[in-house]
């Protein structure tokens, strides 16, 4: 008999180490408001949500939903790796938190048929380690 495991029980110390230097760079995304990328309630989630230490396991259906429609739009507008860097740091967040967020970024293809997943695969093609090991969990969680 076949045992699956969570990506979560997948340990690598490397990804580990790269995801804890990404989450401690600070994002304005004001300038993203500021270039057009966000609106003011899409601003407002990312402040909301965007934090060290936050816990999304209670996070409504509603503003699940919403803040992952941002983090999949702006992965697939944004170019600067640091800004790809740290937006896959909040949705491997989301995702790992509970087993049912998955269901926010599902969703995303109802406005968009290339979501959630195309962005994602835009960051394996990009020349950074950190971008390709963690878009790689990223659709490995979404397509489990």
């Known amino acids: 008999m076949t045992e699956t495991f969570p990506t979560s029980l997948v340990l690598n110390a490397h990804l580990d180490e790269l995801t804890t230097v990404a989450r401690q760079k600070p ?45 999949v739009n702006l992965t697939d507008k944004i ?25 926010f970024f599902h969703q995303t293809s109802t406005k968009n048929p290339k979501f959630p997943y195309s962005p994602l695969l835009k960051c394996l093609a990009k020349d950074d380690d950190f971008l390709a090991l963690k878009s790689s969990k990223i659709l490995t969680t979404l397509l489990s």
Not at 79 to 101: G, M, P, Y
């Open 79 to 103: 170019t600067r790796i640091d800004l790809l860097q740290h937006l896959l740091v909040i949705i491997d967040d989301v995702l790992e938190s509970k087993e049912a967020n998955v269901s």
């Open 27 to 71: 994002v304005s995304w004001e300038d993203c408001r500021g270039a057009g990328l966000i609106d003011e309630e899409e601003l407002r989630l990312l402040n909301t949500y965007d934090k060290p230490d936050q816990k999304y396991q209670e996070i409504s259906q509603e503003e699940g939903a919403a803040l992952a429609r941002v983090l």
